[in-house]
C-alpha cells in the first residue's frame, strides 16, 4: 500500500509540530505553590541562631517566600538559609 501525501499536506504536518514544539518552550512558567509546613519540619521556634527572620526566604511581617502559611519570626524550618552577606 502506498501513501500519497502532497505537498501541502506534508506542510501543514512539519508546521504543526514546529509550532507545537515553540509552543512547549515560549510558554509562560506556572507559579509554584508553596511547600506545606509539615513538608518542611517548619517549628514556631528557632534552633540556634538559625531563625526565619535571619533566613534568605523570609517576608516580613509573618511570611516565607518558599513555605505557606503564617511564620514566625523566631521560627525555623528545614529550609533555612542564610541571607548573604
Not at 8 to 29: D, I, K, T
Amino acid at each position: 500500500m502506498q501513501y500519497d501525501i502532497g505537498r501541502r499536506s506534508a506542510y501543514r504536518a512539519v508546521l504543526g509540530a514546529g509550532l507545537g514544539a515553540v509552543a512547549g518552550v515560549v510558554a509562560p512558567a506556572r507559579a509554584q505553590e508553596k511547600m506545606a509546613q509539615s513538608m518542611v519540619m517548619y517549628q514556631a521556634t528557632p534552633q540556634g541562631a538559625q531563625r526565619c527572620d535571619n533566613c534568605l526566604h523570609w517576608q516580613a511581617p509573618a511570611a516565607c517566600a518558599i513555605v505557606a502559611g503564617t511564620i514566625a519570626p523566631a521560627g525555623w524550618c528545614g529550609v533555612w538559609a542564610a541571607k548573604p552577606s
